[in-house]
């Protein structure tokens, strides 16, 4: 495994001319979103780079929750700056979308679908260097500061893909608890599901020595290898922190310790996860978002119906775990230890109603929509679901038992109603 | 921080020619030493590279506890040789000796003491690109897979020191278990005695908030940058493996799975120190073997008195931390704990004895010398102990209670006898 360097603790974002300055950039792409281009975190970067006297173009078109088209947008405007360095500020939209910037702009005559994962894309390995890629995260979900992989809307097939690769993983992640001040509760929340989801998944995922293919070539093996030593000592840790201050960050803004932590917890999971990969929450999520009609999250400040990517990663969580504990029992019962069940006398068996009985209530305490009902989901779209869920082998091949069709179909019904 | 790419598993090291073609090296330098040079870990390479048409030469010139001039001779090999890639099999001492080498070899108009920790050298930064060096450990202690950090005696001075800078550390850690199986017992228990101790101080080191200076450019801070709440994961884990695996590992070469646990928690803890720094065992432990006179360690194949690096280091360790716990004494009983020790009734003022009574008796259990006294040091050798322990600030500041000369001299007399 391998850990993108990453700098942690109040302030340090500031110091992002100083890094830029040691790594003679010179003519730098900012970039970020709209909503966030006036407030402090991007001006604490601008207010670096021009004290450094670091040249930098601003680009602050990123799509929340972005798109091939909104890749291709960034993509033109990479391409046409001829950069020798990029800084994102945001949250996985703007780290994702400045990834591919970056990686395209340095790979000028591939086609788009040239690195994007198989089977939509060609899922082409990574040789050409990249440019410095500085990633500064202003929410607590993600983990993107830590690793190799850019998620987008593929609008064709509306579903969600991305790149996976070691080679686009960001050079350094500064990650700074004084950004998450200024987010919502409701951002908070859902990036904390993604965190919870990340740890949850990457531990219960199908172990590096039993995951196939097995390339006898490293070059050849997925960014995503399956749980392993490493990767569990993460998911383990941002589970804990998890547990101990979502709640509480999700209430009080001005829970300096809670919202700090859970900036930590997320890189942390991050490394975990970007290591070992996810499984089914995460690919059933794709098309969950996808396919969305009408839902437009509270607090989030879009123009286009959204389901914020960690709501819907969280919403299946229940019925996911009850049929993956299976295999593994003890670790879906230590996990719902961890997030407060008193297990002491719960049985093996019971491992998967245990824990889904555990996020239940977890969920239920944080105001979560009441399961994909809630979002506009009948069982008409189930049909949809599942086929939208069907190309993320990448993902959904890491669950510990694999699915039939009739089996997606399953923890999606389970999954429209949670209480 | 920023951890290297490790990959983990029985024969990881029979992929090294693989990864070298995927790098592009065409020609490499493969070093070890020579008591290693005609065994499995560097056959196993060796096969490698041919089966992959990798073209190398052979360095087995690599000194047990290297020197500057034993650095010196590796480096001009790689001058002369102009490799595109490095690959060292060994312990810390091959690992170290070959990242001098790339260094010097990348800087070939630096003088020697450029890179040197000051103030025995002037600590330049590095800012020369280096070649791919890939570290294939075939002991479980130094970590230096991990890290980048290359310690040798410096013979002027009778004084270790050693070269800090993340440039040097290796670009990919081949940690493959099977190595392990062929270390006699006594290395095995040297080598998990610097796991133990790398761990402990990384645990207890000044917190990186309280560390001064605080250079205000990211690039001027010191690879060893206090404890923190990424290596206290680290340090943790590391110390639990140990608490669990070390005494069977020394026991019993067979036991495939105690002596994999340790290879990997080697590596962890090197994960941990090589972010947060070590402190006092290590700063004095440097002069414990530079002045050795006649000891020579069993089981050590040398031609030279030798006192290995891991004893040097561990026997310090309850004087150490009984003066150390005066701050932090929770951490410390918090080790004791993990350790074995009992501390449901321990008193937090007791944190350091009790934490010293547990190393004694773990260093008791496993044969270890009784103390300095041992290793033929007498009260008269003190203040040479004591000098030569001066010039290791880099990691002596570390220490979560600065020292006096006399706290020095109460140190190690206090270690002379142990049991």
């Given at each position: 495994m391998a850990v993108s360097h990453i700098r942690y603790g109040a302030g340090v974002s500031k110091e992002v001319g100083m890094d830029l300055q040691n790594m003679g950039a010179k003519n730098v792409c900012l970039m970020t979103d709209k909503n966030l281009s006036q407030l402090p975190p991007v001006q604490v970067v601008m207010d670096s780079l021009v004290k450094n006297d670091i040249d930098f173009k601003f680009y602050d078109n990123v799509r929340v929750e972005p798109t091939d088209s909104s890749f291709m947008d960034a993509i033109e405007f990479a391409k046409k700056g001829a950069f020798d360095a990029y800084v994102a500020v945001g949250g996985g939209s703007t780290m994702d979308t400045c990834k591919a910037a970056n990686l395209y702009a340095s790979s000028p005559h591939s086609d788009f679908l040239d690195y994007v994962n198989a089977p939509i894309g060609k899922g082409q390995p990574v040789t050409v260097p990249l440019k410095p890629l500085i990633a500064v995260p202003t929410t607590s979900g993600t983990g993107s500061e830590t690793t190799g992989i850019a998620v987008f809307d593929y609008q064709n097939l509306k579903v969600k893909t991305g790149i996976a690769s070691r080679a686009i993983r960001p050079t350094l992640g500064l990650i700074d608890p004084l950004h998450t001040l200024y987010l919502p509760d409701r951002v908070v929340a859902n990036s904390g599901f993604d965190v919870l989801c990340h740890a949850l998944e990457s531990y219960t995922a199908l172990p590096y020595h039993m995951r196939s293919p097995c390339p006898s070539n490293p070059i050849a093996r997925p960014a995503y290898q399956g749980s392993n030593p490493i990767s569990d000592i993460w998911a383990v840790h941002a589970l804990r922190i998890v547990a101990k201050y979502l709640k509480r960050a999700v209430r009080n803004p001005d829970d300096v310790e809670a919202r700090s932590q859970m900036h930590l917890a997320s890189a942390f999971a991050g490394i975990g996860f970007g290591n070992a990969g996810v499984h089914l929450c995460h690919g059933m999520s794709y098309p969950i978002s996808g396919l969305v009609k009408t839902y437009k999250a509270k607090a989030y400040n879009v123009d286009h119906p959204l389901v914020p990517h960690g709501l819907s990663v969280v919403l299946t969580s229940p019925a996911v775990f009850t049929f993956t504990a299976q295999m593994f029992?003890?670790?879906?019962?230590?996990?719902?230890?961890?997030?407060?069940?008193?297990?002491?006398?719960?049985?093996?068996?019971?491992?998967?109603?245990?824990?889904?009985?555990?996020?239940?209530?977890?969920?239920?305490?944080?105001?979560v929509d009441d399961g994909l009902a809630a979002l506009g989901y009948s069982p008409a779209d189930i049909p949809a679901l599942v086929k939208g869920t069907l190309p993320q082998e990448r993902v959904t091949k890491l669950a510990p038992r694999p699915q039939s069709e009739e089996d997606l179909s399953a923890l999606f019904e389970a999954s429209m109603k949670l209480y």
């Open positions: 029992p003890e670790r879906h019962l230590e996990t719902a230890e961890i997030l407060g069940a008193d297990v002491r006398t719960a049985r093996i068996q019971d491992a998967g109603p245990v824990l889904a009985d555990t996020l239940r209530k977890f969920l239920f305490d944080l105001d």
